[in-house]
């Protein structure tokens, strides 16, 4: 009898959590939908008329699809340019980023001084400043560098990340041993041969999620591409979508289609760089 009741007792509580695992599961999946849910209505309002877009209650699938919205934008906007001044800019930011990251944050976890403790502090300072406080005294330099309406001018302002300086310290703080450092220095291996061998293969995680982090960050830029680039041919995305929103009307048909098309590149390297991205900052905070 004791056994029959806890063999009961048993199932019970395995049951009770499968009901509850499956409860969250559900509930998850209804948040993911809902997340979900702008990104599907901003592609189907790309395909809609005027007259159906206008419609209540809305339409996930269009009665009556049509190309027009893509068909105008592409034809009266130099939205692939814009696009393509976008990628370039952010892909150019991020290999910069990565790059004083990966230099900086290797420097300041392994490297015992006194004063590098004070760098990293006022690095970390210069996180809580909105970059609209210095982005004006940084135009007037672009300015005088005469890069205004030009990439270099786009990329001024986005060199250095000082977040990704602390994931990097972080990672190889927690991921690399200073035993296997020394190792490589006792069999008389260089700092730079250490740097490129032995790190930066260990930081792949970590460079992966500071990657994506660093895209986005250029791709969705607006207000300093707004004032650098003046010349129409020289926008990046995100200033020219603001094209189709005027003071007095927004254009939801053409407006919707272009960022239906923007989504692609974005969507496309978070696809690719997702299981870095998730492991680079889950094991930010690790210790060994």
Request: hydrophobic residues 55%.
């Amino acid at each position: 009898m004791t056994h029959t009741s806890a063999e009961t007792s048993r199932r019970t509580r395995r049951l009770r959590r499968m009901l509850v695992d499956r409860g969250i599961d559900a509930v998850l999946m209804l948040f993911s939908l809902l997340m979900l849910l702008p990104l599907v209505l901003l592609v189907s309002n790309g395909f809609k008329t005027p007259q159906e877009m206008l419609a209540w209650p809305p339409t996930i699938i269009p009665a009556n699809p049509t190309t027009d919205n893509f068909e105008a934008v592409l034809r009266e906007t130099p939205l692939l340019r814009w696009i393509l001044n976008s990628i370039l800019f952010a892909v150019l930011s991020t290999l910069a980023i990565l790059a004083t990251s990966s230099i900086a944050g290797y420097i300041l976890a392994k490297f015992r001084y006194t004063s590098l403790n004070v760098v990293f502090a006022i690095i970390l300072a210069t996180a809580i400043v909105p970059f609209e406080v210095y982005m004006i005294p940084l135009y007037f330099q672009a300015q005088s560098l005469g890069i205004l309406n030009s990439l270099w001018g786009l990329l001024l302002g986005y060199l250095v990340m000082s977040f990704g300086i602390f994931l990097i310290r972080q990672n190889v703080i927690h991921s690399i041993p200073d035993e296997l450092i020394e190792a490589a220095r006792i069999d008389g291996a260089g700092e730079l041969w250490i740097f490129f061998r032995i790190v930066l293969p260990l930081l792949r995680g970590a460079l992966g999620a500071l990657g994506v982090l660093a895209f986005f960050q250029a791709w969705t830029a607006f207000a300093w591409p707004m004032i650098v680039a003046t010349n129409r041919e020289a926008y990046t995305i995100e200033v020219g979508l603001a094209l189709f929103q005027t003071g007095f009307m927004v254009d939801l048909g053409r407006l919707s289609a272009a960022s239906a098309l923007v989504l692609v590149p974005s969507i496309t390297l978070f696809v690719i760089l997702r299981r870095n991205f998730v492991q680079g900052v889950a094991s930010t905070g690790l210790k060994e």
